[in-house]
């Protein structure tokens, strides 16, 4: 995901993709356009705009919320939590490790519902004391909304499919009765995939009664979780494959360098048109100083490629694009993953040893699934 950084929360980093503005613009719509038109009507656009973009706000940061309590009690049982990012549907903690026991799963899963459940439960004391006290509309009408949609959040999040905190849940139930975290996520994985395709299915049937909207969001959430599940489900079996395995095992070793002097241009027709290879380790004085990528080549205007150096374009080695050559794969991924360009150099005192790219990672994979001898 990409986007920007929007500040910290408890020593949480919390960044917003560029799908999230997105979401605002629609849900900003469709209270200042629709809801609270039809619901209050009588008052200037101006105030249901007022009310749009409090509730607008306020909502995300119920979805803020929901996921730093996921973030602290995941923090608390241990694992790394490096931030929190949202997104088009909604947010996501970013940790560095998994659960290790299906106990701390279930405890770091049911707080975000939780969470839901008591800011829907506060807003809606709001709202009931601003309707005894016969408080403006503008802000008892603002309250009703987001205790329903905290509620909604809080009941959708339950659903049994894996990876709504729900489906979780459901792992972690499933995990603690066999023992055997693979089935579980596998079972919780169909979960989350039946969940999918029912919202699809309902997507359709909103299709075919006239609400184009509403069904559109519904099969793309369907689609979403589909995919999510998948991946889920994926991403533990590549996990458990990639166990005890070095980068040194998955490198390619000593691959071909370039300069930093370079131009632009050079590196272009001599390399990127001449070889089959995305990027090059760039090397100063036969050490290795960064990495340069086609992507960034792209970015520079076409009319700069002779006056531009590879120096002046290339990821310096201090922005985290290295690692040992003992480092656990785990960790490999991870920087591969911070770094943006799925690529890292292999160094050792100093000295390049080889590079491991996204398709290095797949070939490995693939070898070990043709042998049988992890993945099934």
């Known amino acids: ?55 607008t706000l306020l909502f995300f940061a119920s979805l803020l919320a929901h996921e730093v309590s996921h ?26 490790m998994d659960a290790e026991r299906p106990d701390d799963e279930f405890q770091i899963a049911i707080v975000g519902p939780l969470t839901s459940l008591l800011l829907a439960a506060v807003f809606g004391l709001i709202w009931y004391v601003g309707k005894a006290a016969a408080w403006s509309v503008v802000v008892t009408g ?7 949609i905290n509620l909604i959040l809080a009941i959708f999040n339950m659903l049994p499919g894996f990876p709504l905190d729900g489906g979780r849940v ?68 590549i996990r458990r494959t990639l166990e005890g395995v070095r980068a040194q095992q ?12 370079l131009t632009l241009q050079d590196l272009v027709d001599k390399y990127f048109l001449s070889r089959r290879y995305q990027s090059f380790p760039v090397v100063e004085n036969s050490h290795p100083v960064g990495i340069i990528t086609l992507n960034e080549v792209k970015d520079v205007p076409r009319q700069e490629w002779g006056d531009r150096t590879v120096r002046d374009t290339m990821i310096p080695m201090h922005t985290g694009v290295s690692v040992r050559p003992e480092e656990q794969m785990s960790q490999v991924l991870e920087k591969m993953q911070e770094s943006g360009i799925r690529r890292v150099l292999v160094t050792q ?8 790219t996204a398709n290095d990672v797949a070939h490995w994979l693939r070898r070990q699934r043709d042998l049988g001898t992890q993945i099934r």
Request: glycine share 12%.
């Open 1 to 55: 995901m990409h986007g920007f950084r929007l500040g910290s929360i408890f020593g949480f980093e919390i960044r917003v993709d560029l799908s999230w503005l997105l979401i605002v613009f629609l849900v900003l719509w469709t209270l200042s356009a629709g809801l609270f038109p039809s619901n209050y009507p009588g008052l200037s656009n101006a105030t249901y705009f007022g009310m749009g973009l409090v509730a």
């Open 71 to 96: 973030s602290l009690v995941a923090r608390a049982k241990g694992i790394p939590v490096e931030g929190i990012t949202l997104f088009i549907f909604g947010g996501v903690s970013r940790t560095r």
């Open 142 to 148: 603002v309250a009703s909304y987001l205790a329903s």
């Open 170 to 237: 459901f792992r972690s139930i499933i995990w603690k009765y066999t023992g055997n975290q693979q089935k579980a996520t596998q079972i919780a994985s169909n979960g989350g995939k039946w969940l999918a395709y029912l919202l699809i299915a309902l997507g359709f049937w909103e299709l075919f009664g006239s609400a184009l909207l509403s069904g559109l969001w519904l099969i793309l959430i369907g689609w979403f979780l589909y995919n999510a599940a998948e991946a889920g489900y994926e991403e533990l079996l």
């Open 250 to 261: 998955i490198m390619t070793p000593y691959p071909e360098t370039v300069n930093t002097d």
């Open 349 to 356: 005192n100093g000295s390049l040893k080889g590079i491991i």
